[in-house]
């Protein structure tokens, strides 16, 4: 009910100016071309770990089907083309037929599946709604601001998009296609931690998906605050007549004494915090108990996510270090939900929000100061990410069962069998 409470206001709030909200967007993929079709599978693959192999063949062969048709009809007619409306249709299908032929505890792991497809692709909609507000009601942005406090690290994304330009096109195409398949990384390691539902008959109390979806959710909110575009709009040649300079990548900014700066009513406002990093730390952090392939996937996508954001001129340095703080605080707030609050997890959820909190303040407030003395304001800015990732690792490796040693099982086994004898 939270969650529909929140898309609701998403909805009113996104129709007083003039916008489509996520309820809208949603059922408008319902006959016309969704924006994203990966994106609608993706949700349709979660939905499914809840379904048999039967089952799954079934609904993916439905899928496709209707997507055929569509495909067909919007040909005839010259409508705009594009795929994922029989995975929303289907869907929703088994959501009804999880209603009306499915009973018990049957009916609501079916439920449960289809809701967790559902709402990623609302989180993914309601996202988008956040980024339009943003454009529309921050006609001033910080990315003056910013951009002096990044030189505390040295402009990476100046350093990182000269890089790129320098081994273009085999970076940009890697990094771009990490970069926008992020959902698909995601559910990739989403489907690994929720295999074993569909056997079990119920899911785990805290998976990736959760912190996702809070992120998407609650992250953007923040681009309210601290509305700022980025490098290559602020900076260089996509943001036209309303760049202070073309400098990016080459020329990375003086320092002066920043200014808010108004900017365009189409480009979103959405680098504080950077939320690719976010969502590439919790995979990340939920692909370090796969396999080895998952534990790889996680490392390598961590990795390129990075190096695309501040290549592609999308980040600030600074954008990452907050993103990476905000990602923690967010993954430890979802994980206390499920296994219950307790003092490491409030202690640790108020260093992350302050440390985060700090960490905007600065940006704001200290860009001069951080500008001028690097040295100093570097390594504090590493120091203060640092100190929530070794909080975030003590913090967990305490909550997790311990694996006991071979020999203490060897040892009980032993007990066990003379009490037996």
């Given at each position: 009910?939270?969650?529909?409470?929140?898309?609701?206001?998403?909805?009113?709030?996104?129709?007083?100016?003039?916008?489509?909200?996520?309820?809208?967007?949603?059922?408008?993929?319902?006959?016309?071309?969704?924006?994203?079709?990966?994106?609608?599978?993706?949700?349709?693959?979660?939905?499914?770990?809840?379904?048999?192999?039967?089952?799954?063949?079934?609904?993916?062969?439905?899928?496709?089907?209707?997507?055929?048709?569509?495909?067909?009809?919007?040909?005839?007619?010259?409508?705009?083309?594009?795929?994922?409306?029989?995975?929303?249709?289907?869907?929703?299908?088994?959501?009804?037929?999880?209603?009306?032929?499915?009973?018990?505890?049957?009916?609501?792991?079916?439920?449960?599946?289809?809701?967790?497809?559902?709402?990623?692709?609302?989180?993914h909609k309601t996202g988008a709604t956040w980024l339009l507000i943003t454009s529309e009601t921050r006609p001033t942005v910080l990315d003056q601001y910013v951009a002096t406090a990044d030189h505390a690290l040295g402009d990476p994304s100046w350093a990182a998009g000269r890089l790129v330009a320098a081994t273009d096109p085999i970076s940009s195409h890697v990094l771009g296609t990490v970069y926008g398949q992020l959902p698909l990384a995601a559910a990739i390691v989403a489907l690994y931690q929720l295999r074993n539902v569909v056997v079990e008959r119920r899911f785990p109390g805290h998976h990736l998906v959760r912190t996702f979806l809070a992120i998407g959710l609650l992250g953007p909110s923040i681009y309210m605050l601290f509305p700022v575009v980025g490098p290559v709009f602020a900076y260089g040649p996509d943001g036209g007549s309303w760049a202070v300079a073309d400098l990016w990548p080459n020329t990375p900014p003086p320092i002066d004494t920043p200014l808010p700066m108004r900017f365009d009513e189409i480009t979103p406002r959405n680098c504080m915090p950077s939320l690719h990093t976010a969502w590439a730390t919790i995979i990340f952090v939920h692909s370090r108990k796969g396999s080895r392939f998952i534990r790889f996937a996680g490392t390598f996508w961590l990795i390129a996510t990075l190096a695309a954001t501040l290549g592609f001129g999308y980040h600030y340095g600074v954008d990452l270090v907050a993103g990476v703080v905000f990602a923690l605080t967010i993954e430890t707030a979802t994980r206390s939900l499920d296994r219950g609050w307790d003092w490491q997890g409030i202690r640790l959820v108020i260093h992350g929000t302050t440390v985060f909190a700090v960490l905007l303040v600065a940006y704001r407030y200290l860009p001069t100061e951080m500008a001028e003395y690097p040295w100093v304001f570097g390594p504090l800015l590493i120091l203060a990410m640092a100190s929530v990732v070794y909080a975030y690792v003590q913090t967990t490796n305490a909550w997790d069962p311990k694996a006991a040693p071979a020999e203490h099982l060897h040892a009980v086994r032993q007990e066990v069998r003379r009490g037996s004898s």
């Open positions: 009910m939270a969650i529909l409470g929140f898309l609701v206001t998403m909805e009113l709030f996104a129709r007083r100016y003039g916008l489509a909200g996520p309820i809208t967007s949603q059922a408008r993929e319902m006959i016309f071309a969704p924006r994203s079709g990966q994106l609608l599978y993706a949700g349709l693959t979660l939905m499914m770990v809840v379904l048999t192999w039967r089952q799954r063949f079934i609904v993916v062969s439905a899928a496709i089907g209707i997507d055929i048709a569509f495909w067909l009809v919007r040909s005839m007619v010259g409508a705009e083309m594009n795929y994922g409306n029989g995975a929303l249709w289907v869907i929703f299908g088994c959501a009804i037929f999880a209603l009306t032929r499915r009973t018990g505890r049957e009916r609501v792991l079916m439920l449960k599946g289809a809701g967790l497809g559902l709402l990623l692709v609302a989180g």
